[in-house]
Structures are given as C-alpha cells and as structure tokens.
C-alpha cells in the first residue's frame, strides 16, 4: 500500500515538472560580437546559456538545438547582432526569444550589453547595458548579475561590489607622470663639528676655509602619483661644494618629496651620502700641550711626544722610545673619532636632508626655491638652493 501511495506522488511530481517545464517560454542564444577580448563569441554564449538555465525561467536550446539553423545559414552564426536577424533566427528555431548582446573591452573596464528579443512581436523583450571592472577571467559572474538584474532577481551583493567599474576621479590634462631633470645652485652655512673642520687650518688636518660654501649639482626629478592637488616625487641630486674655496666636496642625495596644490609648495626627505676622511685624535681645550686648542691626531701626538719626551728615560729605557698617552700625563683627552681630517682615512658619511620650498612655474619652465638642513652626526648644514627645470615628457598615470 505504501509502495503504491509513493509511486502515486512520484506520478504527480514528475507530471508537474514536466507540465511546468512545458509552460516555460523557449529563448536560443546567438553568438555575441565581442571585441578587444581573449573569449571566443562561442564561450561567451554558452556562459550566457548557463546562467539563463539557473535561473529557470526559461526552457533553453542548446547548440545542439540550434545545430541545423546555423548550417542553413553562415549568418546566424557569425554576423546576427541586429533585431531582424535576431527574429528570422528565432522564426526559424521557432522560439519565443532570442538573447544576444555584445562584450567589449573599453581601456580599463568590460561594457556589457544583453537584448532579448521577442520573436512573434518582432519586438526588443528587454535590454541592459552594464560597466564592469577589467577582470575578464570573471566574464561569466558579469553575465550573471546583467541578467538577474534584468529580470529582477536579488544579486550578491559582495561578487556586484567586486566586479563593479569604479569610476574614478579624473585628473586634468596637465598632471601626469612628468621626468623633470635640471641644474641647482646654492649655498650652505656649516655648523657643529663640520663648522670647526671648515675653520681648522690645514696644518691640523682642517680645510682653512670660511664655514659658508658654494653648492652647485644637478637634480633628476620623476612624479609617481600626481592629482591636482598632490604629487609625490622620487628626486636625486648629485651636488659638489666648496669650490669656489679651493675644495672638493661631493655628495649624493636620494629624497621623496611631496608637492600640494598648485602653488607648487613642497616637502622632501631623505638620506644622502659622501666620502670624508677621519682619524683618531682630540683637541687640547686646555691648551696643555698648546697654545690655541690644537687638534691632534694620533700621529700628531707620536710626533709631539718624541719630540718632547725621547730624552725622558721614563719612556726610553731601553734605547725604544714608547710614546705616553695623555692619560698616563695625567689628563682625560681620549683619541676619539673625529668628523674629519685630511690627513685620515677614507670613510663613508651619511647624512639626511630635510627641505621645505617652493616652484614658480613660467610656462613649461619651472624655478624650484628649497631650503634645506642636512644633518650628521655632530653638525650639518644649512642653505639655501635655486634651480631650473623644464618638463620634457608627460605621460599618463594609466598606461
């Protein structure tokens, strides 16, 4: 009994789906144009034939269906796009709609366009047109939201979010990627230990000269983000000091600076670098062993002590004159680092440069105006710089 009551409701089920299935209107699917992307018209209509069966509203024909149509003519297979082509299609497949529509890529975004038309009132049944992110891997997803959304059915929200176009704000025609390069020239005033060995004599391993130095150098200057209200820059900048007092001073600086607005103020930041010669040694601020605060580096203090003490058989017993350090003379000099010495060892210094300023723009021309402090240990410098550049190219943000 039990078996018959379950083979009875199987019967009525199965009868009901079929009889829902038949009252379902019939929809083909023409190959859409699709340009400027790597999917074949022939995928992109059978993507559009798997969403259109899940969202059962339709009974739809599959290629096969359509097999003997798209033989008798080339036309429906590779050249039906407009509504009369659509409906001789649709006459001959003897279906209530066809949905075609066309898929093209536009720079940075998909444009996809769907129309379903009605055969027996040679009529458009309903049509959409939606702007999607460039991420064709995801073309199907975007068939699916167009045709839900054209057929009002609720759409994830999180997968419309993702693949949605974001329209974002456009930039003026003069912003962009500029490389600007051009010459700088300025001067510096030297303070901490970089004033003293300006001023040391050279005797002392000094330069002798007065602590304000010429600057001359060049700067390459490249623009990584540029809106018309901000720019970002990347700047390097090859620099030479001191010549006009005899010297040679080179340095190298590598900074990001940040302009606003389009007044042209700007910050910029960063490490910079140079070579320099150091040595061992202290200064006599007690004028112990001299008369003016000398400097004196390890081989001036060998010098001084043989000079002083080779008679004094306390350091020359043995015929070996071992110099004294100034501890054991009783004081507290210590041969400490030093920022430089002309006489010393080549080493590396480091610095980092801050600098607040501003461009005046005359055209194409631009006259950047900076001050600057550079820090190292012990001292730095500071100054002033004015240069000239001329934009040379321009290129968008998006390739």
């Not at 023409?30 to 259109?52: G, W």
């Not at 704000?169 to 600007?180: A, D, R």
């Not at 400097?295 to 015929?319: H, V």
Request: hydrophobic share 40%.
């Amino acid at each position: 009994m039990k078996t018959s009551v379950s083979l009875i409701v199987l019967f009525i089920l199965g009868s009901f789906f079929g009889m829902s299935q038949e009252s379902l209107p019939t929809i083909a699917v023409a190959n859409p144009n699709v340009n400027s992307l790597e999917t074949r018209p022939e995928i992109a209509a059978k993507m559009m034939r798997l969403e259109l069966i899940k969202m059962a509203k339709y009974k739809v024909y599959d290629e096969f269906d359509m097999a003997d149509a798209l033989k008798a003519n080339a036309e429906f297979k590779t050249d039906c796009y407009g509504q009369n082509c659509l409906v001789k299609l649709g006459k001959e497949l003897n279906v209530d709609y066809v949905l075609c529509g066309s898929i093209d890529g536009l720079g940075n975004k998909i444009a996809l366009t769907l129309k379903i038309v009605d055969v027996k009132n040679h009529t458009i049944y309903m049509s959409s047109v939606k702007e999607f992110d460039d991420q064709e891997i995801e073309l199907q997803r975007m068939i699916e939201i167009l045709l839900k959304e054209m057929h009002k059915v609720d759409v994830q929200k999180e997968v419309a979010d993702r693949l949605e176009f974001k329209n974002e704000l456009i930039t003026s025609n003069n912003v962009g990627k500029i490389n600007n390069t051009g010459p700088r020239i300025g001067g510096a005033y030297l303070t901490g230990a970089m004033n003293e060995f300006a001023l040391r004599p050279e005797s002392q391993g000094g330069l002798g000269i007065v602590p304000v130095v010429s600057m001359i150098g060049f700067q390459l200057e490249g623009q990584y983000v540029g809106t018309e209200n901000f720019s970002a820059l990347v700047e390097g900048i090859v620099n030479v000091s001191g010549l006009e007092q005899g010297q040679f001073i080179p340095s190298i600086t590598i900074m990001n600076g940040f302009r606003f607005g389009k007044s042209g103020w700007e910050l910029a930041f960063g490490p910079g670098f140079s070579i320099k010669k150091t040595s061992q040694g202290f200064f006599d601020s007690d004028n112990q062993f001299s008369d003016n605060q000398q400097y004196f580096s390890e081989a001036d203090w060998d010098a001084y002590a043989l000079r002083e003490f080779s008679d004094d058989p306390i350091y020359n017993t043995t015929g070996s004159f071992v110099a004294p350090t100034p501890t054991e003379l009783n004081h507290t000099y210590n041969f400490d680092k030093r920022y430089g010495d002309t006489r010393g060892d080549l080493a590396l210094n480091t610095m980092f440069v801050f600098a607040v300023g501003r461009t005046f723009r005359a055209g194409s021309l631009n006259i950047p105006v900076n001050v600057f402090y550079s820090s190292q240990k012990g001292g730095g410098m500071a100054g002033v710089n004015v240069g000239f550049n001329v934009q040379k190219s321009k290129r968008p943000i998006h390739n």
